[in-house]
């Protein structure tokens, strides 16, 4: 059974950082591509940031150049640092895991960003 699980969400100031975790079980996480999504209060849920199984990443533009994210094999881990965190990137946050047909989610993981 897959699983994903997220942590590391919570309350920042603007300008703040978070480090969001998604620890993966039940698949060959080596082989899989991996992303975050966010959902805000009353807008869908949106791409934030890719890693494929090679290593290749892809961001939305309203956060290039904040958020990184990245990788750890060896920890079933993928990891979304978010840097200069703004009040609009304040949402629920979301782990997925693709490989060809199947995909998966997380539970996802609040993130609010308010003085």
């Known amino acids: 059974q897959v699983q994903l699980v997220e942590s590391g969400g919570g309350l920042v100031q603007p300008g703040g950082s978070l480090r969001l975790s998604c620890a993966a079980s039940?698949?060959?996480?080596?082989?899989?591509?991996m992303s975050w999504y966010r959902r805000a209060p009353g807008k869908q849920r949106e791409l934030v940031a890719g890693?494929?199984?090679?290593?290749?990443?892809n961001y939305a533009g309203s956060v290039k150049g904040r958020f990184t994210i990245s990788r750890d094999n060896a920890k079933n881990t993928v990891y979304l640092q978010m840097n200069s965190l703004k009040p609009e990137d304040t949402a629920v946050y979301y782990c997925?895991?693709?490989?060809?047909?199947?995909?998966?989610w997380g539970q996802g993981t609040q993130v609010t960003v308010s003085s």
């Open positions: 997925r895991t693709e490989y060809r047909a199947f995909s998966s």
């Open positions: 039940g698949i060959i996480f080596s082989i899989t591509d």
């Open positions: 890693i494929t199984s090679e290593g290749s990443t």
